[in-house]
T-cell receptor, first 113, second 113 residues
Framework: DGGITQSPKYLFRKEGQNVTLSCEQN?????MYWYRQDPGQGLRLIYY???????QKGDIAEGYSVSREKKESFPLTVTSAQKNPTAFYLC????????????FGDGTRLSIL | GQQLNQSPQSMFIQEGEDVSMNCTSS?????WLWYKQDPGEGPVLLIA?????ELTSNGRLTAQFGITRKDSFLNISASIPSDVGIYFC?????????????FGQGTTLQVKP
């Protein structure tokens, strides 16, 4: 089945550690996105990539890093510089073309031990 | 940064009632999207609107793209328990296909059987 797969579903991090969240899509979409969701708030854009080997900062990129070495993969690293990393992280993708809606994975919940 | 004002923040209704929620902005959008999110999962696209004044239905759901391009509403008729969840509006701006969405804060819907 085509879709967006995020793993793991739950992730725990010790203070001072970097962790990497996986996002893979087999929809042949060019663009991929990472969002952060906190309770009672809408989704906020962390990073996005519209083509392989290129990515742009979103609204809250500090403390995060990404790579886009393959079209189907867009991993997000939460670094130790991110002081409040506990949140629900969502990956999305869409095809290029005017105003194509984004489709989301099922998210990864990151918690600090 | 840009914001969408989504209201109401939460609703608690009786099964069978109709529901209405809306999003407003001070900025113009080219596209309006409505998503539903179940607990612990990613948002799922319900309706996409591409033209000012457009009225689109998807089963018991109806959404409209405001004529000023600064607002949108979503109606759910004859609510059922599985309508429970968080509903998000999202607006898309930008020339070409920048693909960046701005999200509302969400409307949490609870339905009493």
């Amino acid at each position: 089945d085509g879709g967006i797969t995020q793993s793991p579903k739950y992730l725990f991090r010790k203070e001072g550690q970097n962790v990497t969240l996986s996002c893979e899509q087999n929809l042949n979409h060019d663009a991929m996105y990472w969002y952060r969701q906190d309770p009672g708030q809408g989704l906020r854009l962390i990073y996005y990539s519209q083509i392989v080997n290129d990515f742009q900062k979103g609204d809250i990129a500090e403390g995060y890093s990404v790579s886009r070495e393959k079209k189907e993969s867009f991993p997000l690293t939460v670094t130790s510089a991110q002081k409040n990393p506990t949140a629900f992280y969502l990956c999305a993708s869409n095809p290029t073309g005017r105003d194509q809606p984004q489709h989301f994975g099922d998210g990864t919940r990151l918690s600090i031990l | 940064g840009q914001q969408l004002n989504q209201s109401p923040q939460s609703m608690f209704i009786q099964e069978g009632e109709d529901v209405s929620m809306n999003c407003t902005s001070s900025s113009i959008f080219n596209t309006w999207l409505w998503y539903k999110q179940d607990p612990g999962e990613g948002p799922v696209l319900l309706i996409a609107l591409y033209k000012a004044g457009e009225l689109t239905s998807n089963g018991r759901l109806t959404a409209q793209f405001g004529i000023t391009r600064k607002d949108s509403f979503l109606n759910i008729s004859a609510s059922i328990p599985s309508d429970v969840g968080i509903y998000f509006c999202a607006g898309l701006r930008g020339s070409g296909n920048t693909g960046k969405l701005i999200f509302g804060q969400g409307t949490t819907l609870q339905v009493k059987p």
